[in-house]
């Protein structure tokens, strides 16, 4: 399928390509040609949006060669910079032990690259100092480490007083909430916690984790670590598969590039960032951009009746 490209949305005032890929469990189970190629059709697919995250601390102590392979990869590929996005990841698990600066710094070195675009701040289990979270990512940005940044599954409550201590300071807030979002997991992006920061334009929507790690693209659990399951659903995550593989049939897409269409029709979502592990998989997927440009409301009455976390609470507060 030729797919029309959908009109750039924006986030954190960088127009960004509608499709992003994912780092965790995608580069280093790949080959380092596939690698390239992944990362040039990725860009010629309007997919040059990549999430870099050393994986090294907390739920995430992997200590993955990913992000690594991933920069040796760019670097092959022969890609111009200045056309993709890059997306980089702080954690908060060892924060202030682990400084941002230090993190970003190793992150950057490991990848072989000298700034991301945006960033996101992961999640936590620790009350955190929010005031301190946004003058210390802002030191960042002073110095040209990083344009901007979003956050990672917040607490609302947090995310509130992270947009409210940069307004008052004259700092840069988060612009971006990166969501767990699909087809059956809707609480929190489509919820009456974030629902307003999302439509008065506070944030943009970056959809993840949107097949839960394969389940709703396939049918079949991964035997490798994949997200958390918020609010215990899997069970019922994996028994929708056949419906949702029945709707994609209907659409002539596969589940995946559903799913994908799925989440790229709410309004609020700058992009969906999906692990793409084979070629195949990343040009399945683009067939979502012609899909919901195409049939994105009946995209959505289709998969009305699919919402396995409706007793999930909206606000992040697992
Ligand atoms: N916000 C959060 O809570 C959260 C949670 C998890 C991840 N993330 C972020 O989101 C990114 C993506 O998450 P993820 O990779 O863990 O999960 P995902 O995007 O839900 O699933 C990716 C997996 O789905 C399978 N897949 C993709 N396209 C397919 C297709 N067309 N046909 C069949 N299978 C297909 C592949 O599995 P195989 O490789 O096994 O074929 C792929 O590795 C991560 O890199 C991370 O940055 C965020």
Not at 20 to 41: E, H
Not at 298 to 316: F, H, I, N, P, T
């Amino acid at each position: 399928m030729t797919a029309p490209a959908l009109p750039r949305k924006t986030l954190g005032g960088l127009a960004v390509p509608p499709l992003a890929l994912g780092s965790w469990n995608t580069w280093d189970r790949m080959d380092p040609d596939s690698a390239v190629t992944m990362i040039r059709r990725a860009v010629e697919l309007d997919a040059g949006f990549f999430d870099v995250a050393h994986y090294n601390m907390g739920p995430h102590a992997e200590n993955s060669r990913t992000d690594i392979l991933f920069g040796e990869a760019l670097r092959a590929s022969g890609v111009d910079r200045a056309e993709i996005v890059l997306c980089g990841k702080l954690w908060l698990w060892d924060w202030p032990n682990q400084s941002f600066r230090a993190q970003l710094t190793e992150s950057l070195e490991r990848a072989g690259l000298d700034r991301f675009d945006t960033l996101v701040v992961g999640d936590y289990m620790a009350e955190p100092d929010v005031a301190r979270i946004v003058a210390d990512v802002n030191e960042l940005i002073a110095d040209g480490l990083v344009g901007g940044w979003g956050i990672n599954n917040w607490r609302i409550g947090h995310t509130r007083a992270a947009l409210d201590a940069a307004a008052s300071t004259g700092l840069v807030g988060p612009s971006f909430a990166q969501l767990k979002y699909g087809i059956a997991r809707r609480a929190m992006a489509e919820g009456a916690a974030y629902g307003p920061l999302f439509s008065d334009g506070a944030l943009a929507l970056q959809a993840s984790d949107v097949f839960e790690g394969g389940i709703l693209a396939t049918g079949l659990a991964p035997q490798r670590k994949i997200g958390a399951d918020v609010g215990g659903i899997r069970e019922r995550i994996l028994a929708l598969y056949p419906e949702v593989a029945r709707v994609a049939a209907g659409f002539g897409v596969t589940p995946a590039a559903l799913g994908i269409a799925f989440c790229l029709a709410h309004p609020a979502t700058a992009n969906v960032l999906f692990g793409a592990s084979r070629l195949a998989q990343l040009e399945q997927n683009h067939a979502a951009l012609a899909l919901v440009a195409e049939r994105g409301s009946e995209v959505r009455e289709a998969l009305a009746g699919l919402q396995a976390d409706v007793e999930v609470k909206d606000d992040g507060s697992w």
